[in-house]
């Protein structure tokens, strides 16, 4: 069982950045973050696979950036010129050959 904790959310002016963190409890091969805004499907972000590959959702590239900590057990989001449509609960996502993990998520909301 991995456990996944999520943190770095929070208010932030439309333009601005913020930094989410989500440290494992054990190894995941890939690791990665979704998002769920009020009344939407929760959607891919950003995903960061053991080899090193990223995909990103096309609303975020060159504003997101993924990168893992291997160390630590801990990816990171560094979201830059955020957008109000980027508000949302970002939960973390962590899978192994066995399953996958979720974190329960962090609030992320950008002011206009």
């Known amino acids: 069982q991995v456990q996944l904790v999520e943190s770095g959310g929070g208010l932030v002016q439309a333009g601005g950045s913020l930094r989410l963190s989500c440290t494992a409890s054990?190894?995941?091969?890939?690791m990665g973050w979704f998002r769920q805004a009020p009344g939407k499907e929760r959607e891919l972000v950003a995903v960061l696979r053991s080899g090193g590959s990223t995909n990103y959702a096309d609303s975020v590239k060159g504003r997101f950036t993924i990168s893992r900590d291997n160390a630590k057990n801990t990816v990171y989001l560094q979201m830059n010129n955020l957008k109000s449509e980027d508000t949302a609960v970002y939960h973390c996502?962590?899978?192994?050959?066995?399953?996958?993990?979720w974190g329960p998520g962090t609030q992320v909301t950008v002011s206009s």
């Open positions: 996502h962590g899978a192994t050959y066995l399953s996958t993990y």
């Open positions: 054990g190894r995941a091969l890939s």
